[in-house]
């Protein structure tokens, strides 16, 4: 089979130009064969005298894939050129070039996303080997995520289809249970009502199966607008008020001013619905929740705490993983998909944020998400006022 052929765009910072056309030069007809994955890789090559430039080439579009990055420049230095890049999130493989590194910038080179060294003055063979051997990690790297991305279609794709197939079936079965309840003694009532409360376990599996799959899969149509998320919070507290009332369980949203995120309201409604409702499912009766929501420098909290079972400290770093569900003598007779709190973690991530838990055994946890405002223009974004899936 012939090797596919790709072409790396090679970006060099320098404030010594005449080492930069030399580059340029050695690069322009050099070829890498990536045996991993048959691919042939070519470069494209450009370069800049300062930092000032680069940053500005990339604000402009410019798209790189490996940065030759000299440490010591005039104005910004390449620390500084690392620590914008991390900043806007823009991954590339950077390769330092510096006569002057210390253990101590070489660590925080590569805390700031440094993949390599290449020492002055350097030869020829010392800078191609450089370039190979960050061209076969680049390769690599994309080929994985390649496939990683396949295996999330082709799971979004069977959910689909099995949910399809499956939703006939199990809304027949849940009609024909539902016209037996009323006719049947109480002794045999009683298995009906626990057949339906199975079967709604079972359409609440497959509906947050499909609501996983479509997020990973970026096969979700995604309606971005500046969302009031405090009045959000509000009606979703309300929305489980009976639920929490027949238990005993006192649910509040703690005062404040409105929250607004750029953000997808179905996206905050699944987020605050799983939060709290696992917050009243896994709760003592008589027992309280409350829910707050506040913005900071480190963007829009949701914070939900409650007095329930709570979760030692192994069963809390497992509790966002896919289809975790904590067994033991209280959690026996809650039913669950363990699926929602991935999908929470999930959605949290697509803001550049996170999901954590903080929970004692025996006194209760507390279920913190933090959320970024949404990137207009990002892949996946529909114009404010799109559907919603």
Sequence with gaps: MR?????VRIAMVDDEEPLCVVVRR???????????VGVDA??????????????????AGGQYDILLLDLKLPGMS??????ELSRQNRPMLTIMITAYATFETAVQATKLGGYDFLAKPFSPDELRYAVRKATGQLIVSKE???LAEEKRQIRFNFISVLAHELKAPLNAIEGYLKILQADEPPDRRHMIDRSLIRLDGMKKLIFDLLDLTRIESGQ???SFASVNVRALAKSTVESFTAEADARG??????PGKPVSLYCDTGEMEIILNNLISNAIKYNRDNGSVRVSVSRGADGVKIAVSDTGIGLTAEEAAKLFAEFVRIKNEDTIKVIGSGLGLS??????????????VKSVKGEGSIFTVTLHDAVPGEPGQEKAGGPIE
């Design 42 to 59: 070519s470069y494209d090559f450009a370069y800049f005298t300062s930092g000032e430039l680069f940053i500005h080439d990339m604000a």
């Design 26 to 36: 050695i690069l322009s007809k050099y070829e890498v064969h990536v045996p991993d």
């Design 78 to 83: 390449g620390l500084d050129v690392l620590t």
């Design 249 to 254: 369980i006192a649910i509040e949203l703690e």
């Design 3 to 7: 090797p596919q052929e790709q072409v």
């Design 343 to 356: 999908t929470v973690r999930k959605l949290a991530q697509l803001y550049g944020g996170e999901a954590v």
């Design 144 to 146: 994985a995520r390649r």
């Design 220 to 222: 979700k149509q995604r």
